[in-house]
């Protein structure tokens, strides 16, 4: 037998063992009480086919799950598009021109532009909304997109075994969190955005997540969470004291009233949800809950 059969039959078999053993992906952990069993896993929004089907451990706690938990349900686009007419966008007559300098103007047109937006299309948002399609369309433009995005996967899992979906939040609250900043730290944010775009760092921090989720790389995880949420900058301090640091408290409430209802509740949530000190698993282990990361 030839060195080239031996390699190819080599190549051959990792490739079988790949397709029914996929990698480890994001982080999961176990959640136990009273004897019920609730199961925490750490997603990403946006993804791409390859991320699929995930591994077993979390497809086996899925299908052993009486229920799938998620922050919101993403298929309810009624829902989204009315509080995004009550948070995201000016009254009628108003306009990001009359909320920016001229020079933040500036630059937000030309981002419009190399993304393919006008800024005569897009005048009604405020610069929260903004800066967020604009990174979400550098994240798309390297081929991630959010029908790839963990929930997604999850959702259509727990529909093919009939499981009911409980939500942790809605759509009108998350966006609600945003309009919590003024109008100087908005621009601050619209400008901390741009000029990452810009310089590509935006990109190098999505990137370094999905990485470090895709590998269930727990000190890239790490590395990603403190970036985004350290420094002297609006982006930050919000992601910091908002998004994860008033959120996770009450996202750990609203786990423990399901955990009382259902036997077995498979939760899924961002993966920063899972880090630091004032994480979802430090929570539950405070209020009591045996929590042990599988991986």
């Not at 990792?14 to 176990?30: K, S």
């Not at 136990?32 to 069993?37: A, F, V, Y």
């Not at 498979?266 to 929590?291: C, E, I, K, M, T």
């Given at each position: 037998?030839?060195?080239?059969?031996?390699?190819?039959?080599?190549?051959?078999?990792?490739?079988?063992?790949?397709?029914?053993?996929?990698?480890?992906?994001?982080?999961?952990?176990?959640?136990?009480?009273?004897?019920?069993?609730?199961y925490l896993f750490g997603t990403v929004h946006v993804g791409k086919q390859a991320f699929y089907p995930l591994e077993p451990q979390v497809t086996k706690a899925l299908a052993e799950s009486t229920s799938l938990v998620l922050e919101l349900d993403i298929r309810a686009d009624a829902a989204f598009q009315k509080a995004l007419g009550r948070y995201a966008r000016y009254a009628p007559g108003d306009s990001v021109r009359n909320h920016v300098s001229a020079e933040t103007l500036a630059k937000l047109e030309f981002a419009l532009g190399k993304a393919g937006m006008s800024l005569a299309s897009m005048e009604n948002y405020k610069p929260w909304l903004l800066?967020?399609?604009?990174?979400?369309?550098?994240?798309?433009?390297?081929?991630?997109?959010?029908?790839?995005?963990?929930?997604?996967?999850?959702?259509?899992?727990?529909?093919?075994?009939?499981?009911?979906?409980?939500?942790?939040?809605?759509?009108?609250?998350?966006?609600?969190?945003?309009?919590?900043?003024d109008d100087a730290q908005q621009e601050a944010y619209l400008q901390e955005n741009l000029a990452e775009l810009a310089s590509g760092v935006s990109l190098t921090k999505t990137a370094n997540l999905l990485d470090a989720w895709s590998r269930a790389d727990a000190r890239g995880i790490q590395a990603s969470w403190k970036t985004l949420t350290s420094g002297e900058t609006?982006?930050?301090?919000?992601?910091?004291r908002t998004l994860l640091g008033k959120r996770n408290p009450e996202m750990a409430t609203s786990i423990e009233a399901i955990m009382q209802k259902d036997q077995v509740a498979?939760?899924?949530?961002?993966?920063?949800?899972?880090?630091?000190?004032?994480?979802?698993?430090?929570?539950?282990?405070?209020?009591?809950?045996?929590?042990e990361q599988l991986y």
């Open positions: 037998m030839s060195i080239n059969t031996h390699v190819e039959r080599a190549a051959a078999a990792t490739d079988a063992a790949t397709e029914i053993d996929p990698p480890r992906r994001g982080a999961l952990y176990r959640v136990r009480q009273d004897g019920k069993t609730s800066a967020n399609v604009l990174v979400g369309s550098e994240i798309e433009r390297q081929g991630y997109r959010r029908s790839n995005g963990v929930e997604q996967y999850l959702l259509h899992t727990a529909e093919q075994q009939s499981k009911p979906l409980r939500e942790l939040e809605s759509a009108d609250y998350q966006l609600s969190l945003f309009d919590t900043l609006v982006s930050a301090a919000f992601m910091e498979f939760v899924g949530v961002g993966l920063l949800h899972l880090v630091g000190d004032n994480s979802l698993p430090q929570l539950l282990r405070a209020r009591g809950y045996q929590v």
